[in-house]
């Protein structure tokens, strides 16, 4: 069992779409990274949470420790959006596990 | 530098051959990352350095793969003997302590 799961693995959604992507782990960590991956493989960090919610722009990302879950959110859909989504947390040595990613592609 | 740099950003290598990739972090960020990244797979952590010294080389696969910083800056991961299955992207990140800062990837295709 991956210590971190994501999903879906991939999602394609209209224009305007509410997005929901999560995250399930299976370790203790000491912080969640949600991060964005475009063709060619350059990664961008979008939030490093260890509580509660956080808020950038149209995404939104909260985690849940009890539960170990996130999820991360974009609101108002735009196909500038498609990327591959990562979630990875960090343990207390700041080595980060990667899930496998959620594809998403926003169609116009 | 603005971010995190690494060279080159795609390099084609027959198998058996020797590569050395590189990654500039950003200045003044001690802590320094390697992952690689298969097809359809999430990154997976290879080495990870505090200042000159790796702290955690757990993740390097085998003895073909070597890392060097020698005056805690820039770094070099180095693939000796390449196998068609180290075809990957290399991502390295740097950090200050917390957030972690990406690279752009070197994609690495061995024939």
């Known amino acids: 069992k991956n210590e971190v799961e994501q999903s879906p693995q991939n999602l394609t959604a209209q224009e305007g779409e509410f997005i929901t992507i999560n995250c399930s782990y299976s370790?203790?960590?000491?912080?969640l990274h949600w991060l964005q991956q475009h063709p060619g493989g350059g990664i961008v960090s979008l939030f490093m949470l260890s509580s509660g919610k956080k808020k950038h722009g149209r995404l939104i990302a909260t985690i849940n420790i009890q539960e170990k879950h996130s999820s991360l959110h974009i609101t108002a859909s735009h196909p500038r959006d498609s990327a591959v989504y990562i979630c990875?947390?960090?343990?207390?040595?700041?080595?980060?596990?990667f899930g496998k990613g959620t594809r998403l592609h926003i169609l116009p | 530098g603005a971010g995190v740099s690494q060279t080159p950003s795609n390099k084609v290598t027959e198998k058996g051959k020797y590569v050395e990739l590189r990654c500039d972090p950003i200045s003044g960020h001690t802590a320094l990352y390697w992952y690689r990244q298969s097809l359809g797979q999430g990154p997976e952590f290879l080495i990870y350095f505090q200042g000159t010294g790796a702290a955690d080389d757990s993740g390097l696969p085998n003895d073909r793969f070597f890392a060097v910083r020698p005056e805690g800056s820039v770094s070099t991961l180095k693939i000796q003997r390449t196998e068609r299955g180290d075809s990957a992207v290399y991502l390295c990140?740097?950090?200050?302590?917390?957030?972690?800062?990406f690279g752009p990837g070197t994609r690495l295709t061995v024939l």
């Open positions: 990140a740097s950090s200050a302590g917390g957030t972690q800062y």
């Open positions: 370790v203790g960590i000491s912080a």
């Open positions: 990875a947390v960090g343990g207390r040595d700041d080595k980060i596990i």
